[in-house]
């Protein structure tokens, strides 16, 4: 049974809003929206609980914190999963 890293890798891996290697070569816009939207509704769900704790301006200096600490993760996990699958951190796993 594959891990839980290998199970959100391969839907990461499927669910690329563009990718140069693709044939198509073009940005899947539909999916692109639906992470907007998504983005947007757990940014302020996310402000909105660590109001709760920290009230003012600290809550967004935290959430801002808690986004740059997340988008580090996702690069650093996405790179060495490159890496591990493609030979590359810079080349995408092809599916």
């Known amino acids: 049974m594959p891990s839980l890293g290998d ?7 499927k669910n690329v809003v563009y990718s140069r ?3 198509e070569k073009g940005v899947r816009w539909r999916l692109a929206g ?3 939207a998504v983005g947007r509704v ?3 769900a996310t402000i909105l609980a660590v109001r709760v704790f920290i009230r003012g301006d600290g809550a967004y200096v935290v959430v801002m914190g808690l986004l740059v600490l997340y988008l580090v993760a996702y690069v ?4 060495r999963r490159n890496r591990r699958l493609a030979g590359s951190s810079a080349n995408w796993p092809s599916t």
């Not at 199970?7 to 891996?13: A, L, S």
């Open 42 to 44: 757990a940014a302020i």
């Open 76 to 79: 650093v996990w996405r790179r």
């Open 34 to 36: 639906v992470s907007l």
């Open 21 to 23: 290697s693709s044939p």
């Open 7 to 13: 199970r959100i890798g391969d839907w990461d891996d």
